[in-house]
């Protein structure tokens, strides 16, 4: 990588790119919330963990379809405030939510396993 933070050989159309230090800066603040997503998507799932516990002790499926809705509108709200475009973020927390159920499913199976006698 150069000093600017573009890799070398780099192209466009076969146009080799040429270093530039606010593409770099740019880059550099972009990396930094990705890893900021990570942290929180991270975080996000041990609390899913959590609720696939809890869930299972108090025999509540993974999936509910009003909390389902009701995230779904909260985020798309929130979206709005903060000037992102609702359909992505729609789309973004449809995928998450779609992952976390299925993850607690999984979760809940082997705690289920867990505690059935043998």
């Known amino acids: 990588m150069?000093?600017?933070?573009?890799?070398?050989?780099?192209?466009?159309?076969?146009?080799?790119?040429?270093?530039?230090?606010?593409?770099?800066a740019l880059r550099l603040r972009i990396d930094a919330l990705?890893?900021?997503?990570?942290?929180?998507?991270a975080e996000r799932q041990r609390?899913?963990?959590?609720?696939?516990a809890i869930?299972?002790?108090?025999?509540?499926?993974?999936?509910?379809p009003p909390r389902v809705n009701e995230v779904l509108e909260r985020v798309a709200a929130e979206a709005g405030r903060k000037n992102l475009d609702?359909?992505?973020?729609?789309?973004?927390w449809t995928a998450i939510i779609e992952?976390?159920?299925?993850?607690?499913e999984?979760?809940?199976k082997n705690l289920g396993e867990e505690t059935e006698p043998r």
Request: charged share 20%; proline share 3%; net charge negative.
């Open 34 to 41: 990705d890893e900021a997503l990570v942290q929180i998507l």
């Open 99 to 104: 992952w976390s159920i299925a993850y607690e």
């Open 55 to 64: 869930k299972t002790r108090i025999g509540w499926p993974a999936r509910i």
């Open 2 to 24: 150069s000093e600017t933070g573009d890799q070398g050989g780099a192209s466009m159309g076969g146009a080799a790119l040429q270093p530039n230090a606010e593409m770099a």
């Open 47 to 52: 609390q899913i963990e959590q609720a696939a």
């Open 86 to 92: 609702a359909d992505l973020a729609r789309k973004l």
């Open 106 to 108: 999984r979760l809940m």
